[in-house]
């Protein structure tokens, strides 16, 4: 389907572009705006009222006056507001998905497939909001009843990065809606709109005013610094980088806040000398190049058997020179835009310092001219030492290393302060295992490239961070524990 100019400009023109506090759309209270570009031309696509201090506190004002009412409300009318607003974006796709093409750049086919899993935390967490059950049980003494009861853990801040602009709210909101949390929630400046459609869209479907409250900024820390210094915040929710996170960490440290923390990665992808080279081929390819590399998930290092590391690196680079990079409407378009001119460059001094330490360039290797932010997709042959294996790359470029033994790969994986996703391809279900006992990643996919899904529980270890998205386990982190010591045996 081909996108018209027409279509581009009406949609941009519904996107709300004020701020979302206690279920007004706001002016900012500087009179100032901001920016957004389409990261395929570099020209500004929109503007939005921009935030100060001031407004993140009668934001978070808003919070605290809803969230007393909000955690009586019902479960059950919690979860609905939830499906409504499921319904109403399954009906909205095709907005949702250009929006997210025309701020971040991902191919339209791309954006799809990204409505599709972000919206499935609205459907995962509508269902999950009404079996959150507690317990009750007697003392083995004999002495009490113990009762022990979720509850949610109060008003919240979200924070989530510009990659995917869906998804990392909705995997946010959803869980805190259905624990009767109230929240603010600021996106990233580089990518807002899709976040404020989404916040227009909850509000149509029955959300109370003050329960989710949006504030898009150009300042980041001027909006989180005054919530964050406040004593009744109970809980932060952070998405982005690790050098971010461990900020908001000593920060958080000053109110014993509940934190969780969904932070960078540098994911190992292991290609064994028994696995299927075709189906490792398209685990790695989907692995790497989903959202031009610039996922926390991207694999990031590429471990290839030396017996099967010719085969593998010819059919993948053959993979990689097939892609079309163009505008994400363009229906040719395979591979869209870095995000913008900064986080291309940091890609390209990456690939110069790999270069300058040996590496060797089989594809790509160099920015593609002419407008927009594109980069060559791009496959290094690499030694051990290279220093490209121990950063988080974001963007279309693999390095590829050989190791020979199994207990080698694991080391090699292991090798690194992060701990989030990890893959690896072979025929042995029982090489699996072993090699998931020995790994330290919180998420490992077997012969697949792409692994995330609202029901699974998301989330690293290490450096990687703190606290699991979606799964049963989504809704914990927004709920605290009350234990009621029953003396009535
Ligand atoms: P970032 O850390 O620069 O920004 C993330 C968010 O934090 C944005 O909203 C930004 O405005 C805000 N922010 C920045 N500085 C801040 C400050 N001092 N105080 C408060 N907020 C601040 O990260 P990014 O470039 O937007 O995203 C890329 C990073 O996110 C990568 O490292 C990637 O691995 C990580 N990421 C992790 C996951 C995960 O689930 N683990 C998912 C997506 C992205």
């Given amino acids: 389907m081909t996108v018209t100019d027409a279509r581009e400009k ?78 109403m974006i399954n009906e909205r796709a095709e907005d949702f998905a250009l929006l997210m093409t025309l701020e971040m750049g991902k191919p339209l086919a791309e954006a799809r497939g990204e409505v599709v899993y972000g ?52 995997r946010k909101v959803a869980p805190a809606v259905a624990a009767g949390c109230t929240m603010v929630l600021k996106a990233a400046k580089l990518t807002p709109l899709t976040t404020q459609l989404f916040a227009q869209v909850m509000m149509e479907a029955g959300l109370p005013a003050g329960v989710l409250n949006v504030v898009a900024g150009s ?74 590399g610039e996922a926390c998930t991207a694999a990031n290092r590429f471990l290839v058997h030396e017996d099967v590391a010719e085969e593998f690196t010819r059919k993948f680079v053959a993979r990689l020179e097939a892609l079309t990079p163009a505008r994400g ?38 920015k593609v ?40 790969a694991i080391e090699m994986a292991n090798d690194t302060e992060y701990g989030l996703a990890s893959y690896l391809f072979s025929r042995d279900p029982s090489r699996m295992y072993r090699v998931a006992e020995q790994i330290e990643f919180g998420l490992m996919g077997y012969n697949v490239g792409v692994i995330s899904n609202p029901a699974a529980p998301f989330g690293g270890v290490k450096q990687s961070g703190l606290g699991r998205e979606g799964g049963a386990e989504g809704i914990e982190e927004y709920t605290t524990l009350q234990y009621i010591a029953v003396n009535d045996p």
Avoid at 16 to 29: H, K, N, V, Y
Avoid at 30 to 43: C, E, H, Q
Avoid at 332 to 356: F, M, N, Q, Y
């Fill in 219 to 292: 300042s980041a820390s001027s909006l989180s610094g005054p919530i964050m210094a406040d004593e009744r915040l109970r809980k932060i929710s952070f998405t982005g980088s690790t050098a971010v996170g461990k900020k908001l960490m000593e920060t958080a440290a000053g109110t014993v806040l509940r934190t969780s923390m969904e932070l960078g990665g540098n994911a190992p992808l292991i290609v064994f000398e028994d696995a299927d080279v075709d189906a490792a081929v398209e685990g790695a390819f989907n692995a790497k190049m989903r959202n031009m």
């Fill in 10 to 87: 009406a949609l941009l023109e519904s996107v709300p572009t004020g701020l979302l506090i206690d279920g007004q759309w706001r002016e900012a209270s500087s009179g100032k705006t901001f920016d957004v570009k389409d990261p395929a031309t570099g020209r500004v696509i929109a503007s939005l009222q921009d935030a100060n201090s001031d407004d993140a506190t009668a934001a978070f004002d808003a919070a605290c006056a809803a969230q007393a009412d909000w955690a009586r409300t019902p479960a059950r009318e919690r979860a609905d507001i939830l499906r409504r607003a499921y319904d």
């Fill in 369 to 408: 001219a002419g407008e927009g932010y594109f980069y060559q997709p791009t496959a290094l042959k690499v030694a051990r030492d290279n220093p490209i294996l121990t950063q988080e790359i974001f963007g279309p470029v693999a390095p590829i290393v050989t190791f020979t033994t199994e207990q080698e």
């Fill in 329 to 366: 409407t363009d229906p040719e378009s395979t591979l869209g835009p870095i995000i913008d001119d900064g986080a291309r460059e940091d890609i390209h001094a990456l690939v110069t310092e790999a270069v300058a330490a040996g590496a060797e360039v089989l594809t790509g290797g160099e």
């Fill in 119 to 170: 919206n499935g935390f609205l459907r995962w967490f509508s269902e999950e909001a009404t079996r959150h059950y507690g317990r009750t049980l007697t003392a083995p003494e004999g002495t009490l009843r113990m009762q022990v009861n979720h509850k949610p853990v109060g008003p919240c801040l979200l924070i989530t990065p510009w990659n995917f602009p869906l998804a990392m709210a909705t």
